[in-house]
């Protein structure tokens, strides 16, 4: 069944430091979310791309969709503390979602 | 509006024994969809309802199930609980179900069940 990988699983960046977290199938998506889960919350939508190559920003944060619509990537650019926590791609197959294992993110103040 | 509301928050069971986790979604939401998340495995994903019917399922054993009600409300049962079952166990609301650009799912804070 369909898979998708995300790289990598943490990461521990000083603050002001970018942060990118990668995710990538092996089968072409339809779409892909990504998530952002705070230590001790619940995952929270950040955005969806649909669109092949589409890039959208969101402040500080860069969200890309492969021209293949293979793989994605989040990029967090100059991190704050407010940026610590576990963000998730999501795809969805057959009607299925399917999360990315998640990319956990511990930024030192 | 309410968000996804999740009961009970905590809960304490022995193997063997039987849980009953409940969740409300956001109003005029009427998919809903359960996730178990545990830190070896991440975020799994158990089944989906829509109207009242299971539309899709993960690759969870028959000990899990789920159901949906006329007004939307779900509820998930884990019987003969193993140590394994402890876990957070996520619900999500969605207007729609499955696939597609409208499936943007909204997060109860979930119900942490721990298995003694």
């Known amino acids: 069944g369909q898979q998708v990988m995300q790289i990598p699983q943490y990461q521990h960046v000083q603050e002001g430091e970018d942060f990118t977290t990668y995710c990538n199938s092996s089968?072409?998506?339809?779409?892909i979310q990504w998530y952002k889960q705070r230590p001790g919350g619940h995952p929270v939508f950040l955005i969806q791309?649909?669109?092949?190559?589409e890039v959208k920003k969101q402040k500080r944060l860069t969200f890309q969709f492969g021209e293949a619509k293979k793989n994605s990537s989040l990029h967090i650019t100059a991190t704050q503390t407010t940026d610590v926590g576990t963000y998730f791609c999501?795809?969805?197959?057959?009607?299925?979602?399917?999360f990315g294992q998640g990319t956990t993110l511990q930024v030192k103040p | 509006k309410a968000g996804v509301t999740q009961t009970p928050r905590y809960l304490i069971k022995t193997r063997g024994q039987q849980v009953t986790l409940s969740c409300s979604p956001i109003?005029?939401?009427?998919?809903v969809s359960w996730y178990q998340q545990t830190p070896g495995q991440g975020l799994q994903f158990l089944f989906e309802?829509?109207?009242?019917?299971?539309?899709n399922k993960g690759n969870f054993p028959g000990r899990f199930s789920g159901r949906q009600f006329s007004n939307s409300r779900s509820e998930m049962n884990v019987s003969t609980l193993e140590l394994g079952d402890s876990a957070l166990y996520l619900c999500?609301?969605?207007?729609?179900?499955?696939?597609?650009?409208?499936?943007?799912?909204?997060f109860g804070a979930g119900s942490r069940l721990t298995v003694l």
């Open positions: 309802y829509f109207s009242e019917t299971q539309r």
């Open positions: 999501v795809s969805s197959n057959t009607g299925k979602l399917i």
């Open positions: 999500a609301s969605s207007l729609v179900a499955g696939s597609g650009g409208a499936n943007v799912l909204t």
């Open positions: 089968t072409t998506l339809s779409n």
């Open positions: 109003s005029g939401h009427r998919s």
């Open positions: 791309l649909v669109k092949s190559g």
